[in-house]
T-cell receptor, first 116, second 116 residues
Framework: NAGVTQTPKFQVLKTGQSMTLQCAQD?????MSWYRQDPGMGLRLIHY???????DQGEVPNGYNVSRSTTEDFPLRLLSAAPSQTSVYFC???????????????FGPGTRLTVL | AQKITQTQPGMFVQEKEAVTLDCTYD???????LFWYKQPSSGEMIFLIY??????QNATEGRYSLNFQKARKSANLVISASQLGDSAMYFC?????????????FGTGTRLLVSP
């Protein structure tokens, strides 16, 4: 049981390049999400998904695309990288409980992205 | 308005002493969940403790307890008998019913340093 995995761990891009951050989970979680972490700002939600084929925007979606073709995978695409996207990116997953309850999110190890 | 406020950027505590990390939240929903996560210097996010808005008792998990004061909208984390390994960033987060419990909103975190 690998939990939530993310690749790559580190990435350096030039302004204007595109790339995909990979995220996979093996816990059969319906809910998956992407966050970015910047100094002094905590974690901010980029996009999330409540199941295959269903995605929605979070707090800071501009410049990012997502898709969810399977339960296990939730890739994050940077369309045209900008220095403002330099950050640490976390993928997380959980069971979906619409009535609340103890449904903590499990986080991947993070991807440290630098855009020059 | 900030949904989650952590007013202590940094806290210091001596080993074996107790420490309280503050968290206040803002919601008009009657049903919500509050979470605390730990982020050590290695970067991973580790779930510590959960408190549901309808829970009658304050949550406890080993040395961690949550001082939940619903009327004051505060959910402070208490770490008893601090250890050197408790040195880390600590994040408070909330999930609300109006987002279908689908979005986790984080505070900006508190950095705890435990000294020998």
């Amino acid at each position: 049981n690998a939990g939530v995995t993310q690749t790559p761990k580190f990435q350096v891009l030039k302004t204007g390049q595109s790339m995909t951050l990979q995220c996979a989970q093996d816990m059969n979680h319906e809910y998956m999400s992407w966050y970015r972490q910047d100094p002094g700002m905590g974690l901010r939600l980029i996009h999330y998904s409540v199941g295959a084929g269903i995605t929605d925007q979070g707090e800071v979606p501009n410049g990012y695309n997502v898709s969810r073709s399977t339960t296990e995978d939730f890739p994050l695409r940077l369309l045209s990288a900008a220095p403002s996207q330099t950050s640490v990116y976390f993928c997380a997953s959980s069971f979906l409980r619409t009535s609340g309850g103890h449904n903590e999110q499990f986080f991947g190890p993070g991807t440290r992205l630098t855009v020059l | 308005a900030q949904k989650i406020t952590q007013t202590q950027p940094g806290m210091f505590v001596q080993e074996k002493e107790a420490v309280t990390l503050d968290c206040t939240y803002d919601t008009s929903d009657p049903s919500y969940g509050l979470f605390w996560y730990k982020q050590p210097s290695s970067g991973e996010m580790i779930f510590l403790i959960y408190q549901g808005s309808y829970d009658q008792q304050n949550a406890t998990e080993g040395r961690y307890s949550l001082n939940f004061q619903k009327a004051r909208k505060s959910a402070n984390l208490v770490i008893s008998a601090s250890q050197l390994g408790d040195s880390a960033m600590y994040f408070c987060a909330m999930r609300e019913v109006d987002t279908g419990f689908q979005k986790l909103v984080f505070g900006t975190g508190t950095r705890l340093l435990v000294s020998p």
